[in-house]
């Protein structure tokens, strides 16, 4: 690494030096030059990173101290973004890399979705990547068999979840197949024979996940106490009371569901909630009639949210004026989910859904959805973060997430457009209300599951068990008002990927908190 004046060219380097090591990452955030390559998956190349993490925390305390608010900010947020990072290596959490939503398993497929497929040059990036896909798999397999040498392996409920999917990579509705649809043709017979290798390189990982680490996976699926305020704290940026998020995420549930029955009843007056979310999302009349249809509804609502609030409520970066939005690709969990804008913009932010096999896609929840992923929520928050080149370091701009802020700040937009107006039918706001209980049901499911906490004895829904897999997904089917596929799936989610799946409740807390306290000063404006 170079010699540093400042935090912000210490900043440079280090990102210049993470996407030598991390070249998925790399096309995630749009830094060119590492389109064709992979990432060393193995724990020599977590070793690598390591070091580098740990060398640039020692450069940053050798720098003198900031001379300015925005290099306070900048020095502020590369120290905690290092101690998180290293705080993973600390206590070996890089050996548990793998789970059903967010792990290299994922990540090596996902990275296809967002590269280049306009020139030339980004599907010969494509085919090379594809015809590499072994050093990426390999190398990942070699960390987890490492670690299952040395007893660190997960529960088995997320070792068969991601062998199912990898069975999806690898076989005929695999994405990789869909990339040779649409190379351009003098591409195409090189691409088929790069798709083949994917599936191949995707089917043999399946094979070892099958016959070598699924029988040594642990059966419990909680993490206990220790892992899961640890992982929690890393995803909020704040330490975190679990009994008392607990008890507040039932008072929330309890709270939701009361609103919810008002608003049931003046939707149809002769049946219960339960029966009135029945037919939101099972009658045809109250879905877009197909997955096409829905995405066009999706890019409209984005649209017309950008058009109306520009100037009056958010001032919007000429930069971020864009998004797209589109299906996922067969295989992974149920669900939507956001990618930030490259750092130049020559690739939009991209709002993505994933519905399963489900033509008609009911709309009564997910126009809350929208503003959540695309505008105000996550497009906005993500775009302007990106935008403040002239301000904010470039770690900080690629490569720092929180979501206590981040999935706190998109909840609280869902309620925000309630607020101004924007579910114009009694539907619409049920469904943002129903947004709103999935989330205070995760607090209350995610604490309880991991810390194995029982059910308050005055509640109705199987008092005084304990959390587990089968209360958990009846728990959101019913009370959740899921459908029972997207609760399995969230579910096991949840169980992969500890602490995660509550910042939504408790940064929405944490903001709305912050915007009580400016209520009382004189003169507040929102918009301010």
């Known amino acids: 690494m170079p010699v540093t004046a400042n935090v912000f060219t210490l900043s440079d380097a280090l990102v210049n030096e993470l996407v030598e090591l991390q070249p998925v990452t790399a096309t995630m955030v749009g830094i060119p030059g590492h389109d064709d390559e992979w990432d060393d998956y193995s724990l020599e190349g977590c070793d690598r990173l390591e070091a580098l993490l740990r060398a640039t925390s020692e450069r940053l305390r050798g720098l003198p101290a ?104 690898a076989g005929p509705r695999s994405s990789f197949n869909d990339l040779v649809t649409a190379c351009p043709p003098a591409q195409r017979g090189r691409m088929e024979k790069a798709a083949a290798h994917a599936c191949k390189s995707y089917q043999e990982l399946g094979d070892y996940l099958e016959r070598v680490y699924l029988p040594h996976a642990v059966a419990e699926d909680a993490v206990g106490r220790e892992r899961y305020e640890r992982s929690a704290g890393r995803f909020l940026g704040a330490r975190l009371d679990a009994d008392e998020a607990y008890r507040w995420g039932w008072d929330e549930v309890h709270r939701i569901e009361a609103e919810m029955t008002r608003l049931a009843k003046l939707i149809d007056a002769d049946k219960s909630l339960s029966q009135v979310i029945a037919v939101l999302r099972e009658d045809p009349a109250h879905a877009s009639p197909s997955q096409s249809a829905f995405i066009e509804v999706m890019l409209a609502r984005q649209n017309q949210a950008m058009s109306d609030l520009s100037g009056t409520h958010f001032d919007i970066p000429d930069q971020i004026r864009q998004v797209t939005v589109q299906m996922a690709p067969p295989g992974g969990p149920l669900g939507a989910y956001y990618i930030p804008p490259t750092e130049d913009f020559s690739r939009a932010g991209s709002i993505w859904y994933s519905v399963g096999d489900h033509e008609h896609v009911p709309l009564f929840d997910q126009i809350s959805t929208a503003y959540h992923e695309g505008f105000p929520g996550h497009h906005l928050q993500c775009g302007i973060q990106v935008a403040l080149a002239d301000k904010l370091s470039r770690l900080h701009r690629l490569f720092v997430w929180y979501p206590g802020y981040g999935e706190g700040w998109a909840l609280y937009t869902e309620r925000l457009m309630h607020e101004l107006g924007y579910f114009e039918k009694p539907e619409y706001e049920l469904g943002m209300w129903a947004c709103q209980l999935m989330r205070a049901c995760r607090v209350v499911v995610d604490i309880g599951c991991h810390l194995k906490l029982p059910i308050p004895p005055g509640e109705s829904f199987h008092p005084g068990e304990v959390w587990g897999y089968d209360l958990a997904v009846a728990f959101l089917h019913e009370r959740g008002g899921l459908a029972l596929d997207r609760s399995v799936s969230e579910v096991v989610r949840y169980l992969g990927w500890p602490g995660q799946a509550i910042c939504y409740k408790l940064g929405e807390r944490a903001i709305l908190a912050l915007r009580d306290e400016l209520k009382q000063r004189p003169g507040f404006n929102l918009k301010d």
């Open 66 to 169: 900031p001379s300015a608010a925005w290099e306070t900010l900048a020095r502020d947020v590369m120290e905690e973004f290092l101690h998180k990072e290293l705080d993973v290596f600390r206590h070996q959490d890089h050996l548990l890399a793998l789970n059903s939503i967010e792990s290299p398993f994922q990540n090596i497929r996902q990275v296809f979705d967002v590269m280049d497929k306009s020139t030339p040059a980004g599907w010969e990036h494509m085919a090379t990547r594809l015809e590499k896909m072994e050093q990426a798999t390999w190398s990942y397999q070699a960390r987890l068999e490492s670690a299952r040498r040395v007893g660190h392996v997960v529960a088995r409920r997320q070792v068969q979840t991601a062998i199912e999917q990898g069975r999806v990579n």
